[in-house]
């Protein structure tokens, strides 16, 4: 694993959050190695609109909370559909049900270390490493 420490415990705190708006689907990948831009991906399912923009708010509100941090970029908050967190070392999708399943994020860094997230089993898929 490539990703440092400090963003590990942001992905944590970030999947908490998640899964206190009961997102599902949460997961983690290390792509440090795979792209320069940032080190790790988060991914996370809401059944709807209103639900993924809940979820996102949770992130953002936790980050700020836990460790002072602030989306360098965020996008798709007005549609609701699926949300980019861009933290820098790390960036977060939120995606409405129908988004994941049609662009298929995780299937696409399939390959990647999986990020340990120490979430309960309900809810998760593959939020081991």
């Known amino acids: ?16 959050a998640a899964a206190d708006k009961l997102a599902e689907n949460i997961s983690a990948v290390d792509v440090a190695e795979r792209i320069g831009i940032t080190d790790a991906f988060m991914f996370a399912s809401a059944e709807s609109d ?53 662009y298929a994020l995780d299937r696409l860094w399939n390959d990647s270390p999986r990020i340990e997230l120490n979430l309960p089993e309900s809810g998760t898929e593959g939020n081991t490493a």
């Open 1 to 16: 694993m490539t990703v440092p420490d400090s963003t590990r415990q942001s992905l944590i705190i970030a999947a908490a």
């Open 50 to 102: 209103r639900q993924v923009k809940s979820v996102v708010e949770a992130i953002e509100d936790a980050l700020r909370d836990h460790e002072d941090l602030k989306p360098i970029r965020r996008e798709g908050v007005d549609a609701g559909r699926w949300v980019l967190l861009d933290f820098g070392h790390f960036v977060v999708h939120v995606q409405h049900e129908e988004e994941r399943a049609l």
